[in-house]
């Protein structure tokens, strides 16, 4: 499981759309399929039923983050050195210690 997740400012625009600052330390060990938690953890922030659109990561330590909306999962994918530019980058291995990178995203709801 990730860490506790930091909420920053929140922006209204409209809609209403709502774009939520987040930081987050990476898990110990990462789960092969990403994590669950960010949905109850925005809603708890905000106080209310928000539906996650997307995010938009910012500095995540060289890592790319994404959110998958069906599954509520945060996934954690590398640039893999060996491939060099062939092909997608992988998704981070199983177990993975990420514990020392913070990721920051923008989270966008409504």
Known sequence: ??????????????????FTKVSVAGETSYVTGGTT?????????????????????QDCGGFFLVYDTTTDKLKVYQVDPT????GPAPEVVAAQNLSTTTFNFIVISY
């Open 83 to 86: 491939a060099g530019a062939v």
């Open 1 to 18: 499981m990730l860490g506790t997740f930091n909420f920053g400012t929140k922006t209204d625009s409209q809609g209403p759309t709502f």
């Open 37 to 57: 938690g960010l949905l109850a953890a925005l809603r708890a922030n905000r106080k209310d039923k928000s539906q996650i659109l997307g995010i938009i990561p």
